[in-house]
């Protein structure tokens, strides 16, 4: 006779604790999970286990040996030998890695694991489709897996069993997975990863440079310019790295993005308005339903209220909401430079706009609603 | 004998009450002037006046009559028709024009005003370079122009009072007036404002193109992708306008890009790692340094704050700090796709953070530093 263990937390071994690797812990750990975690560089490790989010563990083999996950989220080249370890080293565990391209990986995985004669039934390569321009584990959250879309790519080697425990663990840490096999992933974050992250970089380098010809340049820069050039900031070992191991694919869209610039300087030239404008409207609507996506939802209002920057008026502003039943769906900050005013874009349910406006109007507040 | 008038508020007419039209109204009105407007199209008018921005006026001549200050805020052809019908209009105005782009607005200016005989010494051509990728005068908003730089771009025939008076009056609106010759403004803006156009729209219609060939693509689009790609969701009308006006500064900022972005993908090719971190490292280098600049700010901190998503949390997360005497300098609301739950990014003085995260804790929320 036998009786049933109590339900046992999931075991989660993260391998590598940079920004992504303390974000899946962070996240693993806020849904119930136990985390062990090992970075080669050792105060990575401290500092993702002082926010909490993990034991650390002395060696790869250490953290992965009761694991029922493996993630590791370690620079493409470090990822195939951490890949077999973790395998090898899990007795039951689904390893999966995070690196940002898959089909070299696996590629390398599938070479060494057969070295090595290790089964690859258990490995279902993957990709968190979140991160920033940042990087370490100091700008670790779990909020940096919320809502995101998380690729599974597994190989013709990944069990069914396995892939079904990856999509629930991806699930579990509050993202979303996306199926598809490594090379079309490959072909598609050339265009909507890699490439912009070029963009970004060409732009910025070409503004400063001594074609563009000016060092007072930046003055004029607003945000339009900001925001194509955010991404700039990144890590220039990283995207070396990931530009490379990619380079077929990158290399095609660079060309395929190139003509399209220049079809458009020859729409310019020519003065062809209608096929500039033709461009852009076929740009603007793709956006437009790329917008109406996740990120923005229909049904909600947008209201701006002019607010005076002291302690106290933020909290006048959401008050009197909160009496007035009104959930704040977003809210943003947008400053005068000098301060001592600024305003603030909410975002409320459409349902519940009019009783926003009523419920700021009477303690004082001046809202206007944009969209 | 003759007493001191009391002293008058300035008056201002603004011709064309889109966006900056009438941004530029509810910021002077703000600052105390008096503002009279006109557009061909009597609804932008009543909306304008609807949020309390300006007096509608029968025509430009009606509108510039008493005018101290006109603003000229047109699509770029009808610039120069109403730049001169302004100055014959106003017995003593400054008259400015807010168009994109500036030699050939000039050159078009100066043919009229010849040909009527009309002097040019109270014209002093500008460009607020704010805005953003919406447009008419129900998303104005005084904000628009809140620390914005306005370029200023006299002409030969410009009266150093005119400057001065124009100065003053981007000075009370909020903005920076920054000097520079037309020609120079149309140079500089070809790189910073209509190429990161250019560079959004070719990546949108890229994305979606059979070339990069995939419906699903937009699943895997990020946050990366949604910055840079925002732009693309501009008037096709008014940027068709623009880029063509510019062209020749336009298409050789384009070529220029483009020769960029092939080098990089020559680079990639070769596998020469170390020129594609080069490349990467120049362009962060110059970002960081633009971040620093005027929209980030030293001296504060960042805490991310978990949230419940429900009525009354905003308000029991800033009631606390208002109570601890802490201001907040910016909150960002991140949320889940699910809702549910939230976070909150909080930006306060690097001074206060400690109370800030000390009222937090004692208030039950769980603010961790990110930066």
Chains 1, 2 share one sequence.
Not at 169 to 181: D, K, N, Q, S, Y
Request: charged share 20%.
């Amino acid at each position: 006779m036998t009786s049933t263990p109590p339900a046992e937390p999931l075991r989660v071994a993260v391998i590598g604790t940079g920004l992504i690797g303390a974000s899946v812990a962070l996240a693993a750990a806020r849904a119930g999970a136990v985390v062990s975690g090992w970075d080669p560089d050792p105060t990575h490790v401290e500092r993702a286990a002082a926010q909490g989010a993990l034991v650390p563990a002395g060696s790869v083999e250490d953290a992965v040996a009761d694991a029922d996950v493996v993630v590791v989220a370690a620079p493409i080249e470090a990822i195939p030998g951490a890949v077999v370890a973790a395998l090898r080293g899990a007795a039951r565990a689904v390893v999966t890695d995070a690196g940002s391209i898959k089909g070299p990986v696996v590629a390398e995985v599938q070479a060494r694991a057969a070295h090595e004669g290790v089964p690859l039934d258990r490995y279902v390569p993957s990709h968190p489709m979140g991160g920033s321009e940042r990087s370490g584990p100091d700008r670790a959250s779990a909020s940096v897996l919320d809502g995101i879309v998380w690729a599974v790519t597994p190989t013709p080697s990944s069990s069914d069993e396995a892939v079904a425990s990856l999509d629930a663990f991806i699930r579990g840490v509050g993202a979303e997975p996306a199926h598809l096999t490594p090379e079309r992933h490959d072909r598609l974050v050339a265009f909507v990863s890699h490439l912009p992250q070029v963009a970004s970089t060409a732009l910025m380098s070409l503004a400063v440079s001594e074609e563009a010809g000016e060092p007072d340049i930046l003055l004029l820069a607003a945000g339009g310019f900001r925001d194509l050039t955010r991404l700039a900031a990144s890590s220039p070992q990283l995207w070396g790295q990931i530009l490379l191991a990619n380079g077929e694919e990158v290399c095609r869209a660079i060309e395929l993005y190139s003509d399209r610039l220049l079809r458009l300087r020859d729409d310019i030239r020519a003065g062809a308005v209608s096929e500039v404008e033709a461009t852009f409207s076929h740009a603007k609507a793709a956006r437009v339903r790329l917008a109406a996506k996740p990120q923005v939802r229909a049904g909600v209002a947008v209201l701006q209220v002019p607010i005076p920057d002291r302690p106290g008026s933020l909290a006048q502003l959401t008050g009197g909401l909160a009496r007035g039943g009104v959930n704040i769906e977003d809210l943003q900050i947008v400053h005068s430079l000098e301060g001592g005013r600024g305003q603030v874009h909410l975002t409320v349910a459409a349902a519940s706009v009019d009783a926003a406006v009523e419920t700021l109007a009477a303690d004082g507040f001046d809202p206007v609603r944009l969209a």
